[in-house]
Structure formats: structure tokens, C-alpha cells
């Protein structure tokens, strides 16, 4: 299709095809947003405003290149930094925004409400005032009971799911949607570094042994499509003949895709703390464990049973009978801690192993911090 005048964007393309996309079609705007932005993440760049209008066809061909536009908005960002001004369109703002405190996850809702708008031609959140919006923003659920969802695919619906989950720690960053059975299964698709797999291995190593080995029992229960992701970034990180990482190759690998942009964010002033860090190498097992997040795996359909298993691989190899003082000191837990009363919960009163519990909070590396006074 070529439109005779003016630009091209997604949403007069929107408006030419009756408000919707094939999801033949959907597939490849997708994987070109996605590559743009990935891209912006990766240089600590947060875009603040993504939309239909914001993306431009380079030429008036569909078929064309896309363009972001409009970074009036946009602003820096560390992996560990949260934002807190309330700025972008009504539509496209994601809840944690409105709770101002947000990173590079609000740009990955938005691209999620595009994608939403693309497949079925309507909004996932609509009023008639923007306090309605925002109302419906933190509060509804997106519908995906409506045509034409019952007649698409499984992998776009799971697609969407997981772009618009509430809770931005469960949400897919760019590379990971990138990743993702409905758009790589498409064509072929060219992985970017994530900056998250630096948060997570940095987590992962400042973590206790005893967490270190629930992460490890996790990992063994990935399947292929989730290992996918895992096995490309590791690759990116350029692993030596043996088949081992150091922290060094996690720097030298951020420099080799590093901009001008990367440098006003001090992405790379939060990567050399990470790689300041005593470790050893990581092979690729080990890699998985570190770069796993817990919270992404919860938001799965099999997170239970991805849950289960892993605690019976814990319980069957790394489960032993732990004093609640020693687990007390794995967690960093000071003497002002009423112990018996916080972690009664933790350890099998029978044999004194830690319980199914105690290894779902120990996955999501519990602290003093975030144990409630008794």
C-alpha cells in the first residue's frame, strides 16, 4: 500500500486498514518497534511517549523501515534509577507512571497497548475523561474475550499478556518480547543485549549460597522457547572456547554496543559496580540460574509447575536440615529480628528443611528489608 499524501505513521495506516492489522502483518511492525526501542534500553534511553503517531514509515510505503520520532519526552535512566514524573499520552501510560515510579518497563506496556490496538482494532482501556483512563489504566483488565481474539493465535494473545501485566517487574523487556515464540517464529530476529541480565547477575552474585542454589534448581526446569532467550545473550556476552563468562566479558560487551547516548545515562557507571564484583566465571548453567527472574517467571501460566519441580530438584540435591539462626545469617537478618516469629514458616517443623515456602521467598532473595516487623 502507498499513501498519495502526507506521512506515513502506524496509526494513519491504522485508519487506511479499517482499524486493525493481520497478525501476519502485526508481526512485523512489532519486531521493528521492538528493535528500535531494545536499542534505546540498551543505551539507557527511555522514550516516555510511545504511540501509534510516534512511529514513522521512512518512506509512504507500509512495507518501509520505521522510525520512532518525538524523543521531546525522553529521558536517561540507570538499570538501578526509577523516575518519577507523571508524563505521555492518556492511552499508552503504564500504572507504575501514574505511581510515579518507573524505569524503561513503562515504554514495554505502551508497545503492549500498540500491539493490543493492532490485533483487535479497539483500545484495552478507554473512557471518556483522562481520569477515567487513568482509573481503567490501574484498575481494569484488558478484555481478549471479544473478536477477533478468539480467532487469534495463542502465541499473540500470551504476547500481549505478558507486554500488559500491571506489576512492571513481571513484564517482557524488549529483547525478551523480541524473543518471544510469535515474533521470532515469524522471521529471523536479530536478539540485542538486555541491560536486565546485569541486574539480575549482579543480584545473583551479591546473593547468599543458599539462594544461589534454589536459582540453580529453577533453571534446570527452563524448557527450550524460555532457554531461547537465555542462550542468546549468553552468546552476546562472548563466551570463551571453554564455554565460561567473566564479569569483564559482561563490560566488554556493553562498550562494543555502546553510543554517545549510553554515556550521558551511566549505564556504564552502574556496569562497572557489577564488574567490580569477586566472582568467579559463569559457565552457561550457571549463567541461566544468575539471569533468571523470578518475578517474570511468576507472571507464566506454568509458574506452578515450574515452582514444584524445582523445589523437588532443591529438596532431592541442595535441602538440608537448616537452624533458624543459620538461615538467619544467609538472609543478612540483624540480632533486632524477632526470628521464630518471621521465618516459622520457612522450615519443616518435621525434619527442619526448608519448606515449599521458604524456597519461593528464598527465589525472590528476601532480606531483612523486606520482612515485616513483627
Known sequence: MIISAGVLTISNLLFCRGGKYSEEDAKVVMLQILSVVSFCHLQGVVHRDLKPENFLFSSKEENSPLKVIDFGLSDF???????????????????????RSYGTEGDMWSIGVIAYILLCGSRP???????????????????????????????????????????????????????????????QVKIPLDMIIYKLIRAYISSSSLRKSALRALAKTLTANQLFYLKEQFELLGPNKSGFI????????LVKNSTDAMKDSRVIDFVNTVCTLQYRKL????????????????????????????????????????????????????????????????????????????????????????????
Open 246 to 253: 567473566s564479569l569483564q566479558n559482561l563490560k566488554s560487551a
Open 125 to 187: 482501556f478507554w473512557a471518556r475523561t483522562e481520569s477515567g483512563i487513568f482509573r481503567a489504566v490501574l484498575k481494569a483488565e484488558p478484555s481478549f474475550d471479544e473478536a477477533p481474539w478468539p480467532t487469534l493465535s495463542a502465541e499473540a494473545k500470551d504476547f500481549v499478556k505478558r507486554l500488559l501485566n500491571k506489576d512492571y517487574r513481571k513484564r517482557m523487556t524488549a529483547s525478551q518480547a523480541l524473543s518471544h515464540p510469535w515474533i521470532r517464529d515469524a522471521q
Open 283 to 374: 559457565d552457561f548453567e550457571e549463567f541461566a540460574a544468575s539471569a533468571i527472574s523470578v518475578y517474570q517467571m511468576e507472571a507464566l501460566e506454568t509458574w506452578e509447575q515450574h515452582a514444584r519441580r524445582a523445589y523437588e530438584l532443591f529438596d532431592k540435591e541442595g535441602n538440608r536440615p537448616i537452624v533458624i539462626e543459620e538461615l538467619a545469617s544467609e538472609l543478612g537478618l540483624g540480632p533486632s529480628v524477632p526470628l521464630h516469629v518471621v521465618l516459622q514458616d520457612w522450615i519443616r517443623h518435621a525434619d527442619g528443611k526448608l519448606s515449599f515456602l521458604g524456597f519461593i521467598k528464598l527465589l525472590h532473595g528476601v532480606s531483612s528489608r523486606s520482612i515485616p516487623k513483627a
Open 77 to 99: 535512566v540507570k538499570p538501578d534509577e526509577r523516575l518519577n514524573d507523571i508524563v505521555g499520552s492518556a492511552y499508552y501510560v503504564a500504572p507504575e507512571v501514574l505511581h
